[in-house]
Structures are given as C-alpha cells and as structure tokens.
C-alpha cells in the first residue's frame, strides 16, 4: 500500500493505492479490500466497485473473482485538512481458506504539511510597517505647517 504525494500539502488530493494479489493455484472469490481512511481525512472519489461506508471512514472494494497468480490495483483518493503524521490500513479478505493470512494487512504513513496562504495576503516585516508609519507621519507634518 502506498500513498502519493508523501508528503502532501493540507487540502490536496491524496491517491492510496492498494495491490491485491492472489499468489494462489485457484481462483479468490468475493474478494474485499478495504482501505480504513484516517479519521481527519475525507473521501473524495474511488475506483469502480468501491464503496466509502461514512459511519466507519472505510472504502471497501469488491472483486467478484480474482484468478489464480494474478493481482489487481485499487485506488480511493481522499483529503486532510490539517498539517501531520497519519497512518492508513488496507486489509483484504476473500470466500475460502487462506494458506498465507499474515500478508493481508498493509499500511502507509503520511506526511500533511500546511498550506501556504494564496488569498494574496503577505505578512508584512516590521521594518516595512516602520517605515510606512514614518512616511505617512512625515506626510502628515508637512501639511500640518
């Protein structure tokens, strides 16, 4: 499982892409991947046959057959508002016997840092106010004589 980018600035889109594989001789049926989003995150979009259950923060994907030594690649794209560490676990399950359970779980880490204002606003240094406030009192002295 991975996450890009990483790291990602607050409010841009975040692509968790899961690989699912079935390095079996038969066929995995029912096959459900789920992808348990960060609390703070929110659902923006994912691949067909996804479903995002709100309740619990979770995409669950479904695939009806996956066949013998093949893989599939799912996506879910979400978003996190606010600047830090966050975690995401995937875990996949199927209808049958797993000969190998310890691989069905992964997981990513995430690096949100802030983002830069772009509403046009730029702090302004205080030798500029100083300097500012200098030149409008000396405008005002002179009309005042």
Do not use: H
């Not at 699912?20 to 995150?41: D, H, I």
């Amino acid at each position: 499982m991975s996450s890009t980018p990483n790291p990602v600035v607050a409010g841009q889109n975040i692509i968790y892409t899961m690989g699912v594989s079935n390095a079996g001789t038969m066929s995995a049926n029912n096959v459900k991947a789920t992808v348990v989003l960060p609390a703070e995150a929110s659902f923006v979009s994912a691949d067909p046959g996804c479903v995002y259950n709100a309740n619990v923060g979770a995409v669950t994907c479904t695939i009806a057959s996956l066949g013998a030594a093949s893989s599939i690649s799912l996506q879910v794209v979400g978003k996190i508002a606010d600047a830090g560490s966050y975690s995401t676990v995937a875990s996949t399950s199927f209808d049958g016997t797993d000969s190998s359970a310890a691989n069905n779980v992964a997981g990513t880490q995430l690096t949100v840092t802030a983002a830069v204002p772009t509403d046009g606003d730029v702090p302004i240094p205080a030798w500029a106010l100083a300097m500012l406030g200098a030149g409008l009192l000396g405008t005002i002295r002179k009309k005042a004589v």
